[in-house]
């Protein structure tokens, strides 16, 4: 197990990475006043483990699913914390994958103008990327992440244990952000390139996971509230992959960045950002993960989504995290039309 510690202006935040960080629970958490947020799914694989490690605290269940991240599902939080009679010191945990993270970490910034708050991130995907530097939120109007605050976890606990209960396709969604994170950084690059073939083997995943926090952790303390740009970098691949998920629904998060990565990665040899090798580097490792690119229909209108995109400054323009050369990365920013004509031109040619 790692300890990675994350310091930020607001407060400090510690990860513990890798076997047996789930051990670590009951130090964290004795003599708290404990409150639990998980979903359906979570909560039917692990429930027997909740009621270990978690002293009997009341436990509120929520549905399942992207589509349930929204008011009502925080309202449904704040409710049973304030039944439960939570106080300024107690302490939620949010136990599950990242829209459970996500709602709970924003209903623990905003309770009681907020109140402790630990991290057991059960997928991949969350603990390589949204239980890690304090981005909490909740979908609105169609809109993904646009009510949210900056609120750092004090502990994260990314135990690999979690990651067997996993399906594939979750797995994947989880590389997606690995990925991503080897594309900002070239010693995990490199890694990822020798272990291509280990993909799916749990050994390596927990490594590099290790690896992606260590890498955020260092992002996050030099631009917490994305003020400077530099925390920028870490939506690599998902201003086309959100707009694409808001559009289509059917596919995951993990998977939608990966289809990002892929398109904004021939739209950035287009426009002269990075150079074909390099491009062509990057879409072998995706390959691995991605099999094939679906077809999509009315993907013009998808892509006009990305409108909406918290990172575009001026009207009517799509800002774009796109990959330079190894280890770097370059903003670009394009009129929605050239924006929307690329994506249509570029997915039209693979499909």
């Known amino acids: 197990m790692q300890t990675i510690a994350l310091n930020t202006k607001?407060?400090?935040?510690?990860?513990?990475?890798?076997?047996?960080?789930?051990?670590?629970l009951d130090t964290i958490l004795d003599g708290k006043d404990v409150f639990v947020v998980t979903d359906e799914n979570v909560y039917g694989l692990y429930k027997d483990f909740i009621a270990e490690n978690f002293g009997g605290a009341p436990v509120c269940v929520l549905p399942a699913g992207e589509r349930h991240k929204n008011r009502h599902s925080l309202f449904t939080i704040l409710d049973k914390m304030l039944q439960a009679r939570l106080r300024r010191n107690s302490t939620l945990v949010a136990f599950g994958g990242g829209v459970v993270g996500d709602m709970g970490g924003l209903a623990a910034s905003l309770y009681m103008r907020g109140i402790h708050a630990v991290q057991v991130p059960t997928t991949l995907l969350a603990q390589v990327d949204s239980s890690v530097g304090g981005k909490t939120a909740i979908d609105h109007r169609g809109v993904k992440n646009v009510i949210g605050t900056f609120y750092q976890p004090e502990y994260v606990v990314c135990d690999p244990l979690f990651l067997r209960t996993l399906p594939q396709r979750e797995l994947k969604c989880g590389l997606g952000e690995i990925i991503k994170t080897g594309a900002l950084d070239a010693k995990i690059?490199?890694?990822l390139?020798?272990?291509?073939?280990?993909?799916?083997?749990?050994?390596?995943?927990?490594?590099?996971?290790?690896d992606c926090v260590r890498?955020?952790?260092?992002?996050?303390?030099?631009?917490?509230?994305?003020?400077?740009?530099?925390?920028?970098?870490?939506?690599?691949g998902h201003?086309?992959?959100?707009?694409?998920?808001?559009?289509?629904?059917?596919?995951?998060h993990g998977e939608y960045v990966l289809i990002g990565m892929l398109l904004e990665s021939y739209i950035a040899e287009k426009f002269d950002i990075c150079a074909h090798d390099y491009a062509e580097e990057l879409r072998a490792l995706i390959g691995k993960v991605l099999k094939r690119v679906p077809r999509f229909e009315n993907i013009a209108e998808a892509a006009g989504l990305a409108l909406y995109d918290?990172?575009?400054?001026?009207?009517?323009?799509?800002?774009?995290i796109l990959p330079a050369k190894r280890g770097e990365f370059a903003e670009l920013r394009l009129t929605d039309e050239d924006y929307i004509g690329s994506v249509e031109e570029i997915a039209g040619g693979l499909a």
């Open 10 to 24: 607001s407060r400090p935040s510690t990860v513990l990475c890798g076997a047996g960080a789930a051990k670590q």
């Open 189 to 191: 690059l490199d890694k």
């Open 193 to 210: 390139e020798r272990n291509a073939e280990r993909f799916f083997d749990f050994s390596f995943l927990e490594e590099i996971t290790a």
């Open 215 to 236: 890498f955020k952790a260092g992002v996050v303390e030099k631009d917490e509230c994305e003020r400077s740009g530099l925390r920028k970098c870490l939506n690599m």
């Open 239 to 252: 201003t086309t992959g959100h707009a694409l998920e808001l559009f289509y629904k059917r596919r995951s």
């Open 310 to 320: 918290k990172k575009n400054q001026g009207e009517n323009e799509v800002s774009l």
